[in-house]
DNA sequence: ATCTAAATTTAGAATTATTCTAAAAAGAGG
DNA sequence: CCTCTTTTTAGAATAATTCTAAATTTAGAT
């Protein structure tokens, strides 16, 4: 592993709150200023191939990265907020329907955040 | 509701196979040859924010769209193929644990298929 | 019908995240 | 210190999607 993926791999571990190739990108400059973004990807979809870190894609939004550690998501369904959330763990009682063995699994909920609720009352208030 | 709306739904409830925009486009150019690419995404973000069909969007892949039926997917960790499977309805299970309402779940086990399996093989046996 | 306003479609340019390419640099092993 | 492999770099290229502004269609009111 070099310099570059393990202190990326500590970066996305780190963190709770699902970063861009871009800023990881950007947080990776501080340590080594002169790193350019081909490393950040080669080394991204390395450590994605190699199951050592969570990619989060959704509708619109670039890619995101996550920790491994067990956990599941709250997604904004019109801004993509993301939240931590843990609905516990799901694999026996999913394995047990499915024949294949199945490596993982991401579960994402879909809620409307609070400031998108509230953007939306504003609109209805709006339009009547 | 457009023409174009209306029958865009239709090819996306009638199919089983996960379509990406430009098949969708492909399909509809079969009912109206002048249309073009941006009134599909139009009507993609139109339906897909009004909750009338479903997207999937995954790592690499551009989105694909889905009916609503509920279902739930199995998706190959290498090649992003994707199957339909039915694992019941979490919904109440989920639902229990959390504060605020949920408006959908995804479900995306991950899993290798075979055709991949195979390829790993292969590779795993030149490389010895 | 006819007018007006709003919504939709069109064509094509623009954006943006990501990948690719080829050359340079860094590492690993003998 | 060679040789081979892997990684990084710089920058061009790609590809999906969005944006823009003008043209067209639609719907409701008159």
Same mark, same amino acid.
């Given at each position: 592993m070099t310099k570059y993926?393990?202190? @990326?791999r500590e970066i996305i571990e780190a963190s709770r709150d699902h970063k861009t190739a871009e800023q990881i990108f %950007?947080?990776?400059k501080k340590t080594y200023p002169t790193v350019v973004r081909a490393t950040v990807y080669n *080394?991204? *979809? +390395?450590?994605w191939d190699a199951g050592m870190i969570r990619k989060i894609s959704s509708e619109g939004l670039p890619d995101r990265?996550?920790?491994l550690e067990r956990h599941d998501h709250l997604m904004c369904r019109k801004c993509g907020r993301l939240i /931590?959330? /843990?609905l516990g763990d799901l694999t026996q009682q999913l #394995? #047990?329907?499915l024949r294949v063995p199945i490596l993982s699994? /991401?579960?994402?909920?879909?809620? @409307?955040c609070e400031a998108c609720r509230? +953007?939306? #009352?504003?609109?209805?208030? %709006? %339009?009547s």
């Amino acid at each position: 592993m070099t310099k570059y993926a393990k202190k @990326i791999r500590e970066i996305i571990e780190a963190s709770r709150d699902h970063k861009t190739a871009e800023q990881i990108f %950007e947080a990776l400059k501080k340590t080594y200023p002169t790193v350019v973004r081909a490393t950040v990807y080669n *080394n991204l *979809n +390395k450590l994605w191939d190699a199951g050592m870190i969570r990619k989060i894609s959704s509708e619109g939004l670039p890619d995101r990265y996550d920790r491994l550690e067990r956990h599941d998501h709250l997604m904004c369904r019109k801004c993509g907020r993301l939240i /931590d959330v /843990d609905l516990g763990d799901l694999t026996q009682q999913l #394995q #047990q329907r499915l024949r294949v063995p199945i490596l993982s699994y /991401d579960l994402k909920l879909m809620y @409307i955040c609070e400031a998108c609720r509230k +953007k939306e #009352q504003e609109e209805g208030r %709006e %339009e009547s």
